[in-house]
């Protein structure tokens, strides 16, 4: 039986800055838009940014849970702020870099309100809203897709969907198919959830959990040992910093998307990079060298180590850029 659920509001404008035009809205997606699940999303809404000259090249730019449509901002308060902007490794002087927020989230697409369940929307079903949005907006080609973590699993998806539309694709943490650790790690933040009623006391300490295992024992060690409770203090404020933003509904919804996650590699038939890190406990090495042998456009493999495990895409800046700007120069 399907569910319907009510969009948030519309809206739209255009902004200029530097030689970046700046675009954003809110695309209707079509009535009803049917999950994988089997619930129907109605007036189902998908939010989007683009930021760079218009009649550059798109290169489309997704990030974890809890990133959004802004990789890059004027203020600096970007998702990928490191990554994106003028001047860097995705430069919106040369590029156009679209993102979105994700379906089921808590930002301005269609998601749940905090009150109530609402349904998984998987990495399938957010690839085909961004190739409807892709086409609304007249791309023909996107020139890189660029995904790190949960937008990496979605990427998957979508590079299958864009075909030859699609120059390259880059993933960043994100294999396949989840590993076991990730499941069970998941499956302990969300019964933390259940216990706690879904309060926001729950979700932030939810949060936490998580942010412990983006991380490494070997890098919370390094950064912490001998500051008595800092560890404890900085996983406190990770948490209560997401729980004032995020909802259990949207973090549930989201968190089961990643869980549910399949594609098979070999429907990949676009160059690929994917960035490994040997560190990860999420993405363990044996599962990402798994995907990257099966891609069937080719895979360009890169391994890197880092205290910062899953979050080195966020945190190994440098090794980053040099991944993505030779990503570009692949594409071109």
Known sequence: MSSQFVPRRREEARTDCSKAEIRRG???LPDPFVLECGAALGSARLAWECIGPAPAPLIVVLGGISAHRRCTTADGTGWWQAQCGPGRALDS???????VDWLGGCDESTGPDGAGDFPVVSSADQARAILFLLNRLGVRQVHLLVGASYGGAV??????LLGHRLRRLV????????AQFALA???????ILDLGN??????ALTRALAVLGYRTPEGVEQRFAGSG???IEWLAHHGEKFAARFNASAYRCLSASLDGHRIDPAAIRVPTT???VREDLLVPLPLAREFAAACAGGCEFVEISSAFGHDAFLKEQAAVAAVLRNAIGEAA
Do not use: K, M, N
């Not at 002087?93 to 993102?99: A, K, T, V």
């Not at 990427?155 to 299958?160: F, G, N, S, Y």
């Not at 960043?172 to 989840?178: E, G, V």
């Open 198 to 203: 879904a309060t926001p006391a729950a979700l």
């Open 155 to 160: 990427a998957q998806h979508l590079a299958v």
């Open 274 to 276: 994917f960035f490994a």
């Open 171 to 178: 993933v960043f943490s994100a294999a396949h198919r989840p």
């Open 26 to 28: 809110v695309l209707d």
């Open 93 to 99: 002087d040369r590029y156009r870099l679209l993102g």
């Open 229 to 231: 409770g800092g560890v």
């Open 185 to 191: 790690l998941r499956g302990i933040q969300r019964a």
